[in-house]
T-cell receptor
Framework: SQQGEEDPQALSIQEGENATMNCSYK?????LQWYRQNSGRGLVHLIL?????REKHSGRLRVTLDTSKKSSSLLITASRAADTASYFC??????????FGKGTRLSVIA | DVKVTQSSRYLVKRTGEKVFLECVQD?????MFWYRQDPGLGLRLIYF???????EKGDIPEGYSVSREKKERFSLILESASTNQTSMYLC??????????????FGPGTRLTVT
């Protein structure tokens, strides 16, 4: 399977600022998922957006999906030092394994 | 809460050894997955399983095999460990989707070093 791509590869912001990460994928999908990984740990599921949805919110997270452009974005508002982690998008298609991107490393400086 | 556990957090093995990595999930999930994660390469799927005794090759199965004798347990086997298999290994599980993919639950990872 071909991986998606996140952009940027790394992002450094000040606490309180918003962080935006983008994701592109290659094939048609049923849903697009975002995961977070703290250093040296497993991934944790954050949010899932279905292919017929354009925007979804969960707390300080906002995800958009543009299926015509095969892209998604994750916005974290009012970032905190504890948001420092790597963020991965994963595209889902039928009951086949998710295709993960390479991730964006976010650093939030207090 | 869904819990996925992996047998070791850190493991050091010698070249040529046979290595077993164990993964157990407690949510009765049908699907289980093994990934390796390397800097700059992201997550790469090694093998996955949709059911007991079933296995499917992922993107990089060479040098690995798997076993799923019970629904809750999925083992990754390195038949003869090599230094290029030094990596972080992540196990995950999910429900079986009816035409769509459910979220995956990950274990904490095993950092394997082969010397």
């Amino acid at each position: 399977s071909q991986q998606g791509e996140e952009d940027p590869q790394a992002l450094s912001i000040q606490e309180g600022e918003n962080a935006t990460m983008n994701c592109s994928y290659k094939t048609s999908i049923n849903n697009l998922q975002w995961y977070r990984q703290n250093s040296g740990r497993g991934l944790v599921h954050l949010i899932l957006i279905r292919s017929n949805e354009r925007e979804k919110h969960s707390g300080r997270l906002r995800v958009t999906l543009d299926t015509s452009k095969k892209s998604s974005s994750l916005l974290i508002t009012a970032s905190r030092a504890a948001d420092t982690a790597s963020y991965f998008c994963a595209s889902g298609r039928g009951n086949t394994p998710l295709v993960f991107g390479k991730g964006t490393r976010l650093s939030v400086i207090a | 809460d869904v819990k996925v556990t992996q047998s070791s957090r850190y493991l050091v093995k010698r070249t040529g050894e046979k290595v077993f990595l164990e993964c157990v999930q407690d949510m009765d999930h049908e699907n289980m997955f093994w990934y390796r994660q390397d800097p700059g390469l992201g997550l790469r799927l090694i093998y996955f399983s949709y059911d007991v005794k079933m296995k499917e090759k992922g993107d990089i199965p060479e040098g690995y095999s798997v076993s799923r004798e019970k629904k809750e347990r999925f083992s990754l086997i390195l038949e003869s460990a090599s230094t290029n298999q030094t990596s972080m290994y992540l196990c995950a599980s999910s429900r079986m989707g009816q035409g769509h993919s459910y979220e995956q639950y990950f274990g904490p990872g095993t950092r394997l070093t082969v010397t």
